[in-house]
Structures are given as C-alpha cells and as structure tokens.
C-alpha cells in the first residue's frame, strides 16, 4: 500500500516520494490542466494536514489523502486506509452545456468491493468507469457526458477494505461528442438452460430472472443468435447426428428471449447464422430448407440464395419490429471470415467472393428496408489479426459492400494478445477502413475447468496477468472496459460477452448429446450464483441508462 501521504497520519514535505508496490512512471512535468477543473493534478499544496485544496471528500476521515509519487509532478490523490473505508473524492465545476469527455490516469492494489470514476451532470445520471487494477497507471475515461443545467461533478469512489489502495492523477475535462458504451452478452442459450432446471441467483443468493439480474448490474444490450431451424431433422451438412436441439435458438425461440430483453430496457443485438448449426470460418452450412440450390447450375443457386438472404432477412425483422423488438444491431453472419452459404459464398476463391458480396448487399438492404436505424454489422474473428482485418474488409470495399460496423471477437486464449495490444489494433483498424468496432464475442475463464472437471473452450486466459479465479474474470473485465472506452474518437461503442449464462443443466451442452465446455466462463457460477464480474457491468454504466 502506498505510504507517502499528505494526511493527518503523515506530514511530508512537498517534494517527498516513496516507493509504491511495483514499477512506476518517474515524475515528469505536470500535465497541462483543464480550465474548468481546479487543482485537476492535485500539486496545489494542503494548508492543512488531510486537505484537498479545491476537491471535497465525503466518507471515512482520513481515507482521502494526497500522496507521492504521482504520474506527473509530485502528488497524486490517493484512496486507502488503516481500517476498511468507503470514501468520495468529488468536485463541482461550471461549464457550457454539451457533451464532454473526463479522463484520468489511476492506479489501484485490486480486492475493491467498488472502486470508480464518475461524473454526475446536475439533473442528470451517474456515468461509471471502473479503475483497472494495476500498479502502473492506467488511462480511465468516461465519454459522453451530457451536461444540460451548467454544473458536472466529478470524482472517484472507492469502497475497500483494510489495505485496500488507489491513486488518481492528472484529472482532465474535455470537451466531447455523444457516445454511448454498450456492454452485455449473448442470452441465446437461457430458454434452453432454463427449461432443463438451470437457476439463477443474484451476489445474495435470492433467486431471479437472469435477466433482471444482469440489466440491474448494467448491462444494456443482449446479443442474441438466429438460426433458420433446428432439431434431428436439420443436422449439420454430412453430419446426421450433429444439431441443435429443436424448439430452441430458433425463429420462436429467439422472438422470445427479445421480448424478455426488451422488457428490462436492453437492446438486441440479432445475428443470422443463415444456416440451421453453429457458424464460424470453416462451418457455413446452408439451411436445410435452401439446399435445394445444390440440384441448380452455380450461377442459378447464386441468384437463389442471394433471394433467399434477402427474403428470410426481411421476414424475420418484420416479426420483430410487429412486436416491438427492433434490433439495434444485426449481424449478417457469425465469424464469416470464410464467407457464408458454403461452398457458394466462400471468401477465399475468385468466385466465392463475389457471391458472398452479393448475400452481403441482400442482408443489408433487407435490414434497411425494414429498420432504417438498425445498424449492420461484419462480424469476423481474432482481434490483433492485421494482416486478415486488412484483406477481408477491404475485399469488402472492393465488392462495394455496404456495412456500418466492424464485429470483432477477443479471447485472450485464442487470439494471445494482451488488452493493450488488441485496444492498439482496434484504434489503427478504425481509422483504416473509418468504421466504429462493436466487440460481438468476449470470454475468459473463472474456474480452470468446467462443471465436470473437463477442459472447458478455453484452456487458459491467455497472456492476460489475470488467474482464472472469479476475482481473476473480474478484473480482466475492470481492465478491458476501461481499455475499451479509452480508444481514441470513441472507436469502440461496445462488448458483448460469451457466453454469460450458458450454466450446469442437465443435457444441455455444446449441441444435442455433447458436453457443456463454456460452464466455467459464464457470468454466474456451477450453481447459477451471479458471479464477482457483475461488477465490471454495474461500475461501467453511462449516464443515458
């Protein structure tokens, strides 16, 4: 914990620094301050012991201290305490309504039971970014901020126990352009997991609708995964008894789970698979019901699939928008970066590839036509993959494919890249191809192996420093958001997590008949518990929800 403080405990001189847990950043000069703020790199000596010239501190005396060393010049703010504490660093500033973006650099000892910047326009809701837990500073933003009535207060809040310890410095206030960081997960298996027994409960242990639970810890959106049909009687291409079970992840299934999302104010996210099985680079059956095109030269089953795209597109969101469930966002595919319709709209090959561009352009224009403010989304995997990012979306700009957003998927196991490193290529891909990521998958491991003591999807976390341990899943969230929101512009408006409710039920597995290999990933426990990571959603919330 760190020790050199400006407190009534410890007096020291103003140019005193002491050694903190881990490597530092050495003391440069201050960073230039924002106008609005006053004393934004706590250097503005106390006249007092335990004051915070210009800043107010509600909570536990003494647990709010101005310490060394700092980011840049001598001090920072420093949150910790002999005992356990709960205390508010806060302060009040005047400014032109509009939007504004605060930034802050933070340092933080980890094992917080919450531990956040925030900023609280008058009239307004409290907008969150959780402080990463590490030893070298760390970027925190908020973006977004809409200030209306003239006056935002801003400021950290930490709740900790004995030893508990965080820093802030170089506080900065900027001004800032709408944004809104949207952060769920995929809910497509909970009917399943459900109807075979599966519970949930929320950090107390009381019983709840999953959803509740996860909407009233922040999250906002739910993604959720469409396939055309299921059941024995729609297997995978050359693969009879591999399939999904029927009456569930199908069109009935899915038109459910909307309205249930919709019913705790989140937004969808709606992916078509076009197919009747799990989708990715190297699997893209087509649906049973299509695979009459085999039977018809290439260039007709082209022509026929291509309608087929469009129709069932148009079909399907006309039935949400009749029921008041319009996604926000639709994928036309999952993991697509081999195309889609195999092995007619196969990316690799000369032909391939113009005819995924063309059941591309029939997706989009059917989402279009149906819901205009519905967003489109290119959904491909591994983040940190210039080399593919670069062909595949700009084989799409040479096919004139049209699209709004990029899908990115991130698991530090397969992808082997650190935070830093994938928040380093989505800011570089951004600018590139000038297209805002949405993150569509996320996972990380809370437990070594899954509820049966097999090796779960994931066989580690990856070079991520963080143990696969509920805290370990925790933090790694705390870090990522943080990361996320950091990007610069905005570039990233989101992550949707996977999967975060796909728990122990009898039966239910990867398809019909197989294991459960994501048990120890979810966002609840083997016994439906809502685990720590909850936490990253409830302290990462904007002030519009």
Known sequence: MPVATWSARTCLAAGLVLSLLGPVAPATAQAAPSPELRN?????????????????TAGTRG???????ARTGAFALQHDGARAYTVTTAQTVRLPDGHYTLTAYAQSGGGQRADYLFAEPAGGRQARTAVPVSSAWTAVTIRGIEVRHGRLTIGLHTDAPQGGWTRLDDVRLTAGAPYDFLAGGDITMLNWVEDSGG?????????????????????????????????????????????????????????????????????????????????????????????????????????????????YTRYFLRRMAAQGTSPAFVSLGNEMQGGLLFPYGYSYTADGAPALARFLKAGYRATKEVSPDTQVIIHIHDAGDYDEYRWFYGLLNQLGVPYDLIGSSYYPFWTRRDIPTVVRFFDTISREFNKKIMVMETGINWNPVTHEGLEGQLHDNGPVPYGETPAGQRDFLYELFAALKSVPDGAVIGDLYWDPVMIPAPGVGWEVGEPNFVSNTTLFDFGGKALPALKAYRYNVDGGR
């Open 199 to 311: 519970t949930y409960s929320d950090e107390r242990d009381r019983r709840e609708d999953p959803l509740k639970i996860m909407a009233e810890n922040g999250m906002d959106i739910v993604r959720l995964r469409l396939y055309n049909d299921t059941g024995p009687d729609h297997p995978r291409v050359g693969y009879p008894g591999h399939y999904l079970p029927e009456g569930y992840q199908d069109e009935e299934d899915i038109l459910d789970l909307a309205r249930r999302a919709t019913r705790y104010g989140m937004r969808i996210q709606l992916t078509f698979h076009y197919s009747d099985y799990w989708t990715n680079g190297e699997i893209q059956d087509i649906p049973k019901d299509w695979r009459d095109v085999t039977d018809l030269p290439r260039d007709q089953a082209v022509d026929k699939l291509e309608s087929h795209v469009y129709d």
């Open 40 to 56: 934004p790199g706590f250097e503005t000596p106390p006249t007092r012991p335990a004051e915070l010239p210009d800043w107010r």
């Open 63 to 69: 647990a709010a201290t101005v310490a060394g060393p």
